[in-house]
């Protein structure tokens, strides 16, 4: 009987973990009403998707990081704390994927194609491109990446 108190207060425990350790913030709506603000919150994938973008080559640079708060803040509508956690969201999004890059990218993107006006969805490809400079232009995964994106976003 201890045994088996103990394994579900074990469990418990790990779930109250869980919960603390690995949620993606809640945003509120903005003006623009650029997202759900729920656990599919097409501002955090958006995040999770310049953060890929970003690190495909190395780890997130400080000029990378501001240039992504950047974008959140002038082209989705984001205060700098706003954007700061969707950033922080998008990062551990981003941590929970695997593949290369395009898959990476493209398990991202039913939040975006559910929710955003096909203005919005170009938008959400010119700050990938923003964001990956020169690499989207360079053969490679980058590019690649960006353009079967850019493909299933705007083309369907």
């Known amino acids: 009987m201890h045994i088996l108190l103990m394994f579900f207060l074990a469990m ?6 869980y919960h603390f350790t ?25 995040a999770a998707m310049m953060y890929a973008v970003a690190t495909e ?11 992504i708060l950047a974008l959140l803040g002038s082209t989705v509508g984001l205060g700098p704390d706003l954007a ?7 990062k551990r999004l981003a941590a929970r994927l695997r593949g290369d890059l395009n898959s990476r990218l493209h398990q991202l993107l039913a939040p975006i194609e559910r929710q ?26 980058v590019r690649e990446g960006l353009g079967r994106l850019s493909s299933s976003l705007l083309h369907g």
């Open 57 to 67: 080559d190395g780890p997130l640079t400080s000029e990378k990081e501001r240039r």
């Open 12 to 17: 418990l425990l790990a779930l109250v973990a």
């Open 84 to 90: 700061r956690t969707c950033l922080t969201g998008g």
């Open 116 to 141: 955003c006006s096909l203005e919005e969805k170009q938008d959400v490809i010119a700050m990938l491109k923003d964001v990956a400079g020169s690499s989207a232009e360079r053969f490679g995964p």
């Open 22 to 46: 690995s949620r993606i913030p809640r945003l509120p709506r903005t003006g623009r009403d650029w997202g759900s603000a729920g656990s599919n919150d097409p501002r955090v994938a958006v």
